[in-house]
């Protein structure tokens, strides 16, 4: 009968929540997450490490420096460490409470002798974690001490990312600043030409002013595009916790990139993506609390003793104190805050819903993210693919206007105006292959790239 009981007891409180683990709701969907950029593939960019995606020496080395000195992440890793203690604390919970408590008093009733009594116990106290209190706060100590791992993969991600599209900002101004100076020197030679055709006769002053003008607004130009490179230089430096200095660096056309753009399916992001992860964590944290909201409804146990010396034997005061052992249990059941228990447990389901929500929509926050950083890739990777082609028959244009200049059917004039048509296009070239590769690196932070799995993840 006793078994029975025991059987139906354990039943009763597993249909009832209190023991349950957490599991993903199923009425929270990941088909179709990407849109029109989903695929079965297995292997994605956000499964290879940042070494593997930026394999540029230089700026391995700056993500190296910020991994180690940034202060955001520094602080993330803090926040962990408390996490973990907070976890620590929730399971010695289990463990009985042990505590030293001597005493003693001095008493005299009307000038009589004076009493001298002491006790010096150790006393102990154990909750018996029948109704899966403890066991609750636990789990859910756990899923804060992994939610806040989440947020420090976060902040490592943006940390790489944000180094990187700063250092691949800084080479394409450096490569906009070489193109932008050798334009501005053909511009040069088109002055002088206009001025030597004005002294001969073939044009006049109003036509060599339209080209100084031309020529003096691209100078300008490059003042800006000086600004613009110590303005990056100065900001890679504040993320790596540096005083502003020059950035060692590599050239935009030697950089080597994944070509292939396989974003997985949406599980993979679920696995990857810190803030997909953390809010599932606070999901998480909600079903325990809900389960410890039904916990405080049932009696709780509570085993106590104490062991020590003792003088006071409650009927008279002995010398040399006594060996005194003591032991008792209670059962606390809620009768008149019930209700508060129950509104308790009301606010609890509440929380647990508006989470669910919230999960729900950061899945297509991030799906949203991918999917931009994708249509920028591919973008990007077809106006680079056409402006090849343009630079190509440009290249083309120039050598033909050369040729024509040999034998006098063109004027020097002419071949500096393909040549600064072919620079114009080039300067586009490093635009659209910096918007191809900025496209790749948020691909690689949209899918959660760069993490360091650990044995457990793995």
């Keep these: 009968m006793k078994k029975i009981l025991i059987i139906c007891l354990a039943a009763a409180m597993t249909g009832c929540g209190i023991y349950k683990p957490y599991s993903r709701p199923e009425s929270i969907e990941t088909d179709g997450l990407y849109g029109t950029a989903e695929t079965a593939d297995s292997t994605t960019i956000g499964d290879i490490t940042w070494q593997e995606m930026f394999s ?70 154990w909750q018996i974690d029948i109704f899966g209190g403890i066991t609750n706060a636990k789990r859910k100590a756990k899923a804060l001490y992994l939610q806040s791992r989440e947020y420090e993969q976060a902040v490592k991600t943006q940390l790489i990312a944000s180094v990187a599209n700063l250092y691949y900002t800084l080479l394409m101004l450096d490569s906009q600043y070489e193109v932008t100076g050798e334009t501005a020197r053909k511009w040069e030679e088109t002055v002088r030409t206009m001025r030597a055709m004005k002294d001969a006769g073939m044009t006049n002053e109003a036509g060599v002013a339209q080209y100084e003008g031309s020529y003096y607004a691209i100078e300008a130009s490059l003042h800006d595009l000086e600004y613009s490179i110590r303005e990056a230089e100065n900001s890679l430096c504040s993320v ?8 060692t660096r590599g050239s935009l056309d030697n950089q080597q990139l994944p070509q292939e753009l396989a974003v997985g399916v949406p599980v993979q992001m679920l696995s990857n993506r810190p803030d997909v992860r953390s809010a599932e964590y606070s999901l998480m944290q909600s079903f325990y609390a809900t389960n410890a909201a039904r916990s405080a409804l049932y009696p709780s146990i509570t085993l106590s003793g104490s062991a020590g010396w003792t003088n006071n034997g409650g009927m008279g005061v002995s010398d040399p104190g006594k060996l005194l052992l003591s032991a008792a249990g209670s059962l606390l059941q809620p009768i008149f805050n019930a209700g508060a228990n129950r509104a308790n447990l009301k606010i609890a389901k509440a929380q647990q819903e508006e989470a669910k929500l919230s999960f729900r929509q950061t899945l297509l926050n991030a799906g949203a993210e991918v999917n931009n950083a994708l249509t920028q890739c591919q973008s990007a990777r077809a106006k680079t693919d056409l402006r090849a082609k343009q630079i190509e028959a440009l290249t083309r244009a120039v050598e033909s206007t050369e040729l024509l200049m040999e034998h006098s059917s063109t004027t020097y004039l002419e071949v500096l105006t393909a040549q600064q048509s072919l620079l114009s296009a080039q300067l586009s070239q490093i635009t659209d292959r910096f918007d191809e590769i900025q496209g790749i690196v948020n691909l690689y932070q949209a899918l959660g790239g760069g993490r360091d799995l650990t044995t457990e993840e793995k």
């Design 56 to 125: 540029d020496p230089q700026l391995q080395a700056l993500i190296a420096q910020a991994l180690e000195n940034n202060t955001d992440l520094q602080s993330a890793q803090w926040r962990v460490k408390e996490a973990e203690a907070t976890l620590k604390s929730a399971r010695l919970a289990y463990l009985p409470s042990f505590n030293f408590a001597p005493q003693g008093s001095i008493s005299s009733f009307d000038n009589a002798n004076t009493t001298k009594t002491y006790s010096i116990p150790v006393t102990a106290s």
């Design 240 to 247: 790596l916790g540096l005083a502003p200095q020059e950035i």
